[in-house]
Structure formats: C-alpha cells, structure tokens
C-alpha cells in the first residue's frame, strides 16, 4: 500500500501523524510525506519520503489575512465575517489559500499514485487531492480538527473544488469522508461540532522510549508534587507571525508577558516547578529555587513521574496527560485551546484557569494537586485510553479502507 500523508502547521501537528507514518512503514507499506520545509525533521528517521513541497504556514496566513482584512481574498469573507472564531477556524482550513497548497501536492500525487491519503486534520488539501484521484482520505488526531465546523468548512472547499475542477459536494462531512483518527476514547471526545464516529487507538507516548530525564529532574526528591509547564509547539510561529506584522489573536496576552507570569506563580506553589521554554527569550528572568527552567524536556517520559502538567490546552499535549494519568491546569492562549480547556473542565480531568495572574495561576494548579475528584477521574480516563488498540489497529484499518476503495473501483 502507497500512503501519501499531507501535513502543515506546527511540529504538534506533525507529530500527530508521525506514529502512524512510522506503522505504516514498520508494517512494510510506502509513505510519502507532503509538508513545509521546516517540518521536515520531526519524519527524521521514519523511514518515510519526505518533500518539503507544501507552502510556508506564516507565508501562507500573513498573505490570507492581510487579504481579507484589506477586503480581498475571493469574496466570499468580509473582515466582519472573519472576526467570528467559528469562521475564522474555518477559513484557515479551507480558505483561498488552500489552492496553492493542492497545486503543489497534485503532480507529487500523481507521480506517487498512492492508495489513500492520510491528512494532518487540519490540513484540507489532501481531501482535494484524494478526490481528484478518487482514493479515500482519513484524517489523524487534530487539536485544530476538532474545532473546525465541517459542514461550514464544506461551503469554503466546494469554492475550492470548483478551481480545481472538481464536482462539489453536499455531504456536510465530506471532509470526513472516509473516517477520521482519533487517540482518546468517544466518552471523551474533543470535537466541538457533530462528527462520525473516530477509530480511536491509544495515545502513544511519543519519544518516550528514546529519552532518559535529565540528571537535573530524575534527581529530584520525592517530597514534593512535580509540576510540568509547557507553552506548546505553535508558540514560535506565533511569534514569527507577529514579527510580521500580524497582531496577537482577540484576547490573547503578550506570549512573555504570560510565560513570565507561569514562572512567577510556579514559584508560589510547594512543588518541584519544571518549566519547558518552548522558544520564549528568557533573558533576565528571575526563578524561584523551586523552578527548574529548561529548553527542552522529554515530555511524554516526564509525565509519567509528574503530579500536575500546566499546559497551554494544546490537543496533544492533553492526550499525553490523560495517557500519563497527570491532573491538568489548562491556560489557554489561541486557536482549538479554549475550546480544549473548557473540555478539560466539563470532563473533570482538570481546570482552567480564567484570573491570569501569578495568584491566579498559582491558586488553581494548588487547588488541582489537591482535587482527589479530578484525580479520580484521570485514573477512569487513563485506564479507559489504555483499552483502546495499539497503533498497528490503526495500520489495518487503513489496509482496509483502501481494500475496500481498490475492490468497489474494480
């Protein structure tokens, strides 16, 4: 089986697909991977082709907002329009952009003739490209996925397919055609609109196995909670994004303002305070003594010895948590994230924090650690995950799917 896999984004979005691409190609099956140039590094010994032939995301979103907002684009988004979320998440999927991402995709496509197209949920260009070539397309779990409205996103691509001479459609979840991948259990789902039923199969803990903690963290002692902070993977582009002219999303803090403020609060809380950077500059910062600040942390593995993970409400980085059985305290910045932090809370695996001060901050992850309610919780969700089927279910499924698809075209 040839698989071509499309992503774009962040490195989160990339690693969501990646043990899929690695099944795939452990299980003897041929991956291309379409993706941006700076993605390329995260398939680094996949095994997997990878061409760095999709555009640039900033490029991509600098060049569609400054569009709309000057009142261009194609028409059909007015600056007032794209000023509601709901939108705006949709526009981002499936706006004019897109078309440049399919020109650049088709002839690779075309070359490869694979059998299914497996997409970075976020990513709808891979739809087009498996409609033009009549092969199924299924989408890997997406923290962006979940918080697109696909019968909303179907209008935009129906514009789209019409540029590229494709027949429109009217099934509402067209971009779910074929399926949709997913790592937590339905009873815990994160879509925030009506979709078909995932084929779930247990979060993996990515790099887990590749990594040791550092002597820093695995000498720490064992009397007080470990409290893990991460700002997540989407941060730099944020920060490239704004370097370019292209204003903070409506409500979201000055990214360093707001990482400063987890440090300060870290600091107020009787824990070991493990802070990942995630590209924030840190020069002059003041820790408490309880604050280990560090570029980079194995974060799958940590989890696995940590008490409370403050995350940003990044979608992986919530699966990871639930894997790891860890109480959450979500401050959400931009995109799929609030969504996710009031998922979080309604599930009870976790709070968000809405004062966004050092007390703030410091009053709820207390709070959390102490929660025996959301403790509990977490061990139900944990174990339910730990039910699901390992990622080789996910590589038969896929086998089938494109059986099926071979046979009926037959």
């Not at 949709?90 to 020109?103: E, I, Q």
């Not at 979709?195 to 993996?204: D, G, N």
């Amino acid at each position: 089986m040839r698989v071509l896999s499309t992503v774009t984004g962040s490195q989160g979005h990339a690693r969501a697909v990646l043990p899929v691409v690695n099944a795939l190609v452990e299980a003897g099956h041929e991956v291309l991977v379409a993706l941006p140039a700076h993605l390329t590094t995260v398939f680094d010994g996949s095994g997997a082709r990878v061409e760095p032939v999709m555009p640039d995301l900033v490029d991509a979103v600098v060049g569609l907002v400054t569009n709309i907002l000057a009142g261009g684009g194609d028409g059909t988004i007015s600056p007032e329009d794209f000023a509601d979320p709901r939108i705006k998440m949709m526009v981002f999927a499936a706006g004019p952009h897109l078309a440049d991402a399919y020109r650049a995709v088709l002839p690779l496509a075309e070359e490869f003739r694979p059998d299914l197209v497996l997409r970075d949920g976020g990513e709808l260009s891979g739809v087009l490209v498996a409609e033009k070539l009549g092969i199924p397309h299924i989408s890997a779990p997406s923290g962006t996925g979940n918080v697109v409205d696909p019968e909303g996103a179907n209008g935009l691509l129906n514009a789209r397919r019409k540029e590229a001479g494709l027949p429109e459609r009217s099934d509402p979840w067209s971009i779910y055609a074929h399926g949709k991948i997913d790592c937590v259990p339905d009873a815990y789902s994160f879509a925030q609109y009506p979709v078909p039923p995932a084929f779930t199969y247990r979060q993996p803990m990515l790099g887990a196995m590749q990594h040791t903690l550092p002597a820093e963290l695995a000498a720490l002692s064992g009397d007080k909670p470990i409290v893990l902070a991460s700002v997540g993977t989407s941060l730099p582009v944020l920060l490239e994004m704004q370097e370019r002219g292209i204003g903070l999303p409506d409500g979201m803090l000055e990214p360093v303002e707001t990482f400063y403020m987890i440090v300060e609060a870290l600091a107020k809380v009787d824990c070991h305070a493990v802070v990942s950077t995630g590209g924030v500059p840190v020069e002059g910062i003041e820790l408490g003594p309880n604050v280990h600040l560090m570029d980079f942390v194995p974060q799958p593995l940590l989890l696995e010895c940590t008490q409370l993970f403050l995350t940003h409400g990044g979608y992986n980085g919530i699966r990871e948590g639930i894997r790891a059985g860890v109480p959450m305290a979500a401050l959400p910045q931009f995109g799929d994230e609030h969504h996710n932090a009031g998922r979080l809370a309604e599930l009870g695996l976790g709070e968000w924090i809405t004062e966004v001060s050092p007390d703030g901050i410091a009053k709820v992850v207390d709070r959390v650690l102490h929660d025996e309610t959301i403790h509990h919780n977490l061990r139900t969700a944990q174990r339910t995950m730990l039910g699901l089927p390992g990622v080789e279910a996910v590589v038969a499924h896929l086998e089938s799917l494109a059986a099926g698809t071979a046979a009926a075209r037959s």
